[in-house]
C-alpha cells in the first residue's frame, strides 16, 4: 500500500471513530449479548491498533507496536474524556476504557505471534 494511502486510512478512521464516540448513535445493530457495547469497542481499538501499526511498520523507527498501542490507547483515553466533557448523552466508562485497552492488546499479541511466524 502507498504510504500516502495508509496515512490517509488510519487518519480517517480515527476520525470516524471520534465522531462515532461523540454523538448519540441510534439503532446499533444487537449482537445478542448484554456487553455489545463492549464487544464494538473492543473490535473498533483492534482495528485502530491494527491501522496504526500498519503506518508505522516501514517507518525506520524501532518499537512500531508499542508506539501503535500507546497512540491507540492514549486515542481511548481522551475520547472517554471528551465524552464526558463535551457531550450530555456519554460518560467516562472504565470499562469502555478497558474494553479499549483489551483490543488494542489483542491486537498487538496477534502482530507480535505473525511477526513471529514470518520470521521463522
Do not use: C
Amino acid at each position: 500500500m502507498h504510504k500516502y494511502f495508509e496515512l490517509l486510512l488510519v487518519v480517517t478512521y480515527s476520525i470516524v471513530l471520534t465522531v462515532a464516540s461523540l454523538i448519540r448513535l441510534n439503532k446499533v445493530p444487537s449482537l445478542g449479548s448484554s456487553f455489545d457495547d463492549k464487544i464494538y469497542h473492543f473490535l473498533a481499538y483492534f482495528v485502530l491498533m491494527l491501522l496504526w501499526y500498519n503506518y508505522f511498520r516501514r517507518k525506520t523507527i524501532s518499537n512500531t507496536i508499542l508506539i501503535s498501542a500507546s497512540i491507540a490507547i492514549g486515542f481511548g483515553l481522551i475520547i472517554e474524556i471528551l465524552q464526558n466533557k463535551i457531550t450530555e448523552t456519554r460518560v467516562f466508562d472504565l470499562n469502555d476504557l478497558a474494553a479499549n485497552t483489551f483490543g488494542v492488546i489483542f491486537a498487538a499479541l496477534i502482530i507480535t505471534f505473525y511477526r513471529k511466524l514470518k520470521l521463522k
